[in-house]
């Protein structure tokens, strides 16, 4: 079954097991989505949405102290006779020992957090879209440069494992080396991380595998990042036309979602990480407002226009 595992969401929010005799070995959280049941508490269980995890907070926990023992009892029965993730109660607050003896007989986890509801309920849905968000995995290189994350892709051997290198030398992170695992969390972001299994390793050919983080230090690594930049690195084709003004932008897809894009031709002596820097200074230039190229085509027109 896919998705995240539960034990996995307690280790991440430092949830305490209030239901240790409960198995949690095949128990998958499968949407980025919690619930509070507050309907649920006057007896409306139509359009429940068992499957999300359940936050029991101050405002649930203090309307369950309103209701006598047998309607308590009631409401937790019939909570869980569904196939609900885990139950979570927060703030510190001590779910009953009723509810603990119906939770392990129905085999749900219940965990308690010393969080607050609000900060606890957007942590959880925050790290939930990351980890079940649609996932690709392509080849190239991510790299932090000045906060932009530039995912440097071509052929095999073209030398992004060198630039890379370059950059980290001069400061930067890198993310990831090789093989890029690219998660959709929004319509508008793309997280790119790297596999367990290459995690900050990098391949250098005629050297072989150098271990980033123990070489460069903690600072040179990086876990996550959002691709806010493509660059694609080819061999200099005499025959074709490269962009010289960069007035059209251009821009590849993943996952349905667009990001801007540039190709750079290799040639001996281009020194390629500081072009790769200057193109991700220019980027958030681009984003601030400011966009060198149409800066020229302006003072261009002014020129035209007093010769005029």
Not at 100 to 115: D, H, M, R, S, Y
Not at 203 to 232: A, P
Request: proline fraction near 4%; aromatic fraction near 6%; include cysteine.
């Amino acid at each position: 079954m896919s998705g995240v595992k539960i034990t996995d969401l307690a280790e991440k929010m430092n949830l305490k097991n209030l239901t240790p005799d409960v198995d949690l070995t095949d128990r998958y959280i499968t949407v980025p989505e919690v619930n509070r049941p507050a309907l649920q508490l006057t007896g409306y269980f139509e359009h429940f949405e068992y499957v999300r995890i359940q936050i029991i907070g101050v405002a649930e926990n203090t309307y369950l102290q309103t209701l006598n023992e047998e309607q308590k009892k009631a409401f937790y029965k019939q909570l869980l006779s569904y196939e609900i993730p885990c139950l979570v109660y927060t703030t510190s607050i001590e779910p009953e020992k009723e509810l603990l003896k119906q939770a392990n007989g129905a085999n749900i986890p219940v965990f308690c957090t010393e969080k607050n509801t609000s900060p606890f309920q957007a942590e959880v849905i925050r790290w939930l879209n990351v980890q079940l968000a649609p996932c690709i995995s392509i080849h190239g290189v991510l790299v932090d440069v000045y906060g932009v994350g530039v995912l440097i892709r071509g052929e095999s051997g073209i030398g992004k494992s060198e630039v890379a290198l370059e950059l980290i030398k001069r400061g930067h992170r890198m993310v990831t080396d090789d093989a890029v695992e690219i998660r959709k969390v929004s319509d508008d972001t793309l997280v790119g991380s790297a596999p367990s299994i290459t995690k900050h390793l990098i391949e250098l050919r005629g050297i072989g595998i150098v271990d980033v983080k123990s070489l460069f230090g903690v600072q040179s690594v990086k876990e996550t990042q959002n691709i806010d930049l493509v660059i694609t690195l080819e061999e200099w084709d005499k025959a074709k036309e490269y962009d010289r003004l960069g007035l059209e932008e251009e821009y590849t897809e993943f996952l349905g979602n667009k990001v801007q894009c540039h190709t750079i031709p290799i040639r001996p002596g281009r020194n390629l990480a500081v072009i790769v820097e200057s193109t991700a200074i220019n980027h958030r230039q681009k984003e601030m407002g400011y966009n060198a190229a149409q800066e020229l085509y302006r003072r261009l027109q002014e020129s035209l226009a007093r010769r005029d």
